[in-house]
């Protein structure tokens, strides 16, 4: 027995060896850089090891194999050429990896990503189990990244181009059977046995790959036509999606062509150059910071020194759409038991719907097993009463937005549960502190804020009023966290934080509509500064009506002229103009929206021209599209620095992920804070000056940042 300090090299008597990784004081395996000499030493012991027959790779962790690199050494690099000579490390070592004679099994369990799955890639044959927590993909796109150790290379020659860019340019994480189906793995087992069927593999010998292709794989990629149409065809998809404000994506286009037309050797050349090249742009750097943010907000298990309660038992007040997916995120994703209480047995119908839907499309789409979605399912139960609410420990209200049925919900949740439960309220408008006026322990009052719709949008808000307990916040953030959710403390103050710094943005762009800037070319001018959807469309989806009710409250409570919505929108009101919940808003819905002639659905969205008519205006494209965004987005940041220096969230980190995860906000720029230090705060303040005097003093830049300026300083 051989041992180094990650890696140890067992030979069984049969001449297999296997080779562990087992990263010391860590809960997951990752590559560093500082390995590539112990593993080359593991590697000399194999190659000098003349008993060998075959080498099973597996993991020392006891739900993961490798989680990627980790991605802390790129800050190291001061320069491309660092990043392409990290990059060129890992292709030589996985290189030696796939060079060696003998058959090389890699045996998966947990994560298999990034640098992990190149490794994995790098081995001759691929054994997964068919856990849950069993995942494979390449998700470095997702930090402005492309695969750096060969994986660009392999994967297309393994499942063929298409399939290959699909995993790429996602950075999608698939399960052990769609790896399968894919040819990426050679065979699925349960995890009692996957070492025993890595050895069976080994023991037959390198295992021979047929790439499979489907009709449209042979047609594209089997001649230099049809992959010129392939990546044409995939360019201009990259093109759409990004709008040119991510260059990985089409780093990984060209990588992989240069690969397929020139060969693995210029492959390769190519992929550690792009690499380096990609590690040094603004877009990795705050796309990396993000995923640290995240990360280190996963380690903050207290809250003021507070220890969370375990929440065994949860209830959800409502079966709405928002009470569904709360309840739908509580029993998938954090396995925790859910009674949905409605006045209707019709509201605790739909709530359990919504789950089955969902969990029937997963196994529709053989992501789950019907065993799982009948297991998930059996965690939901309804009443119309407040039976079974005794051993409750986390109550999530989700009722209509009306203070004395909430006080009346307070009063029972009091009344039926145990003096231990949270009482947490998914109001967006209402003070948390109004909620808690009547409680007999107001100490259990916190908000829980999701997002709609609850089972896509990752961020949450937690609310503590000035008399919730510190052991109440941190319960709510480690509940919220078991769902799934990226959690963040904001003040008890009108719109938290989230709609506080979209209503300025928004109204701005209700103003530019009324001004005559066309629908179309607004939204599109937010969708290239890399917003996900434009202003207008999102005014939409959540409800004009929404909207309409939230500016009133802002401006009542905080003042100010960016909260002024403007009067003419009372229009589409009196129009009946809600958007797309009653098929009626600044865009054509249902029968009225242009079809598609090949699928009858709804085509490429078109506005309602009627909608000028009902505001009086007469639409002309007058101003630049960089001014439009420009106009918007000046007036989040602006608020952004006033809910900081207010103390509505805790720090730039937290203000940055609760934009990104909240609304969307561009996460290539980092969040709001990052940008802004970025454009430089100087600059910042003499744009807003500049549409001060232009157009008022919604505009005027608050104090804070301009004290910043004086004093030339920054968030980060």
Same mark, same amino acid.
């Given at each position: ?243 040119? %404000?991510?260059?990985? =994506? ?99 119908? %739909? ?71 949270? /009482? ?8 948390? %502190? ?96 890399? /917003? =996900? ?41 009196? %129009? ?102 970025? $454009? ?7 744009? $807003? ?28």
């Amino acid at each position: 027995m051989m041992s180094a300090k990650t890696f140890s090299l067992d030979v069984r008597k049969d001449g297999i060896g296997i080779l562990t990784m087992d990263v010391p004081g860590e809960s997951m395996n990752t590559l560093k850089a500082a390995f590539v000499e112990e593993i080359r030493t593991v590697l000399a012991e194999v190659k000098r090891n003349k008993d060998l027959i075959g080498l099973v790779i597996t993991s020392g962790k006891k739900d993961s194999f490798i989680a990627g690199a980790d991605i802390t050494m790129l800050a190291a690099c001061t320069s491309a050429k660092d990043a392409e000579t990290l990059s060129r490390e890992g292709q030589e070592i996985f290189a030696e990896i796939e060079g060696l004679t003998i058959p090389v099994i890699a045996a998966i369990h947990g994560p298999c990503l990034g640098g992990g799955l190149e490794l994995a890639l790098a081995c001759h044959g691929r054994v997964v189990t068919d856990h849950g927590k069993t995942v494979l993909g390449l998700p470095e796109v997702q930090l402005g990244l492309l695969p750096g150790s060969g994986g660009t290379q392999r994967l297309p020659r393994l499942i063929g181009v298409a399939k290959a860019l699909d995993l790429m340019l996602t950075g999608k994480q698939v399960r052990a059977k769609q790896a399968k189906k894919l040819g990426l793995v050679d065979d699925v087992v349960p995890p009692s046995i996957l070492l025993d069927a890595a050895i069976k593999l080994a023991k037959k010998g390198k295992p021979r790959h047929q790439l499979k292709r489907d009709l449209q794989g042979k047609v594209l990629e089997t001649n230099k036509l049809g992959r010129k149409v392939l990546f044409d065809q995939a360019s201009k998809g990259v093109k759409a999606k990004t709008r040119g %404000n991510y260059p990985a =994506p089409e780093r990984i286009l060209d990588v992989v062509r240069i690969g397929v037309e020139e060969g693995m050797k210029a492959g390769l050349a190519a992929e550690s150059r792009h690499f380096g090249e990609l590690v040094m742009t603004a877009e990795s750097a705050a796309l990396r910071s993000i995923f640290f943010a995240t990360t280190e907000m996963k380690k903050e298990v207290t809250y003021q020194g507070a220890e969370p309660r375990k929440v065994a038992h949860a209830a959800v007040l409502g079966g709405g759409l928002m009470g569904g997916g709360i309840a739908f995120v509580t029993a998938t994703k954090a396995g925790v038991p859910v009674r949905i209480k409605d006045v209707a047995s019709a509201g605790i119908g %739909n709530a359990m719907r919504y789950s089955y839907d969902i969990l029937a499309k997963k196994l529709k789409r053989r992501h789950i097993l019907r065993s799982e979605l009948e297991k998930q399912m059996s965690l939901l139960t309804g009443t119309l009463d407040y039976s079974g609410f005794h051993r409750v420990d986390m109550v999530v209200e989700a009722v209509f937005e009306d203070l004395a049925l909430k006080h009346q919900m307070v009063k029972d949740v009091e009344r039926e549960c145990g003096e231990h439960t949270v /009482f947490a309220s998914n109001t967006s408008s209402l003070p948390i %502190n109004q909620i808690a006026a009547e409680a007999a322990h107001p100490e259990r009052i916190v908000g829980l804020h999701y997002f709609s719709p609850v089972d896509k949008m990752p961020l949450a808000e937690i609310i503590p009023h000035a008399g919730t307990s510190a052991e109440t916040v941190a319960t709510t953030l480690a509940f919220a966290r078991a769902q799934g959710k990226t959690p963040i403390v904001v003040k008890d103050e009108a719109g938290f934080y989230v709609n506080r710094i979209l209503a300025p943005y928004m109204n701005e762009a209700a103003r530019l509509v009324l001004e005559g800037e066309p629908v179309e070319v607004l939204d599109s001018a937010l969708l290239d500064f890399g /917003f =996900p959807v434009g202003p207008i469309t999102l005014l939409d989806e959540v409800g004009i009506d929404v909207g309409a009710k939230i500016s009133p409250i802002l401006e009542k409570e905080l003042g100010g002229e960016q909260f002024q919505a403007p009067k003419a929108f009372d229009k589409l009101l009196q %129009n009946d103009r809600k958007g797309r919940k009653n098929g009626k808003g600044f865009y054509l819905y249902g029968k009225a929206a242009p079809r598609n002639k090949l699928t009858g659905k709804e085509g490429k969205k078109t506005v309602d021209e009627s909608v000028y008519g009902v505001l009086g205006i007469k639409p002309s494209a007058k101003l630049a599209r960089q001014e439009i965004a420009e106009r918007c987005v000046l007036l989040m940041l602006n608020e952004a620095a006033m809910a900081l220096d207010s103390g509505v969230v805790a720090s730039a980190r937290d203000g940055d992920i609760g934009a990104i995860f909240g609304i969307g906000f561009p996460p290539f720029l980092g969040g709001p804070f990052r940008y802004m230090d970025t $454009l430089g705060i100087d600059h910042l303040v003499g744009r $807003l000056e500049y549409y001060q005097k232009r157009h008022g003093d919604r505009f005027a830049p608050c104090a804070r940042l301009k004290a910043m300026a004086a004093e030339q300083q920054t968030f980060y």
